[in-house]
């Protein structure tokens, strides 16, 4: 089981190293707001919803970042970041309105095959590349989606890109 989930790991892990030119073009969007004069801001669904509090005050939080509370709280300089584990109509809902505002943002979360036609046209789109269990057991049914350890490999690579484009020192 251990040699699945390491092997299932590294290809979750390979198919975001795939979308690299996607997450340098994100990491420059939010970088526009760390190093300017707006904030990030982090909006998050499901399970998510419990990394919050890490990524607004853990060490490595993307620079003075707050969490969502009304579109009208959201100045030009600002960015977006949404996060979520499925692409469901709540998540469609709030970037439908985040587009009609006008508002730059990203979204991380697993793609959604019946709504490609929407995600294949959000601009600063991630696919965590883990939509399902994956680990086999005895009776056939599949356990343990890794979509944590999905965000966290994209998030540190978000965080080392954003403190490359932003660190005079490099």
Known sequence: MDKILQTQLI???????????????AARLLSQAVHGEGNIIIKTFHDFTKLE???????????SPSPFSAF????????????A??????V????????????????????????????DNVHHYIDLSSPRELIPTPNFDK???PYMNAFTYLYYHLYV?????TNDEY
Not at 85 to 90: A, M
């Open 85 to 90: 584990n499925n692409f469901d109509e709540e």
């Open 53 to 63: 509090p890490l990524l607004l005050h853990g060490e490595l939080k993307l620079g």
């Open 92 to 119: 469609k809902t709030f970037i439908d309105e985040l587009d009609a505002q006008h508002i730059e943002f990203v979204l991380i979360s697993n793609y959604n095959r019946h709504e490609s036609e929407t995600l």
């Open 11 to 25: 290809n979750i892990y390979n198919h975001i190293d795939a979308q690299e030119e996607e997450i340098e073009i």
């Open 161 to 165: 890109l954003i403190d490359e484009m």
């Open 72 to 83: 009208e709280n959201i100045d030009t300089p600002d960015r977006m970041l949404v996060i």
């Open 143 to 145: 356990i343990v989606n």
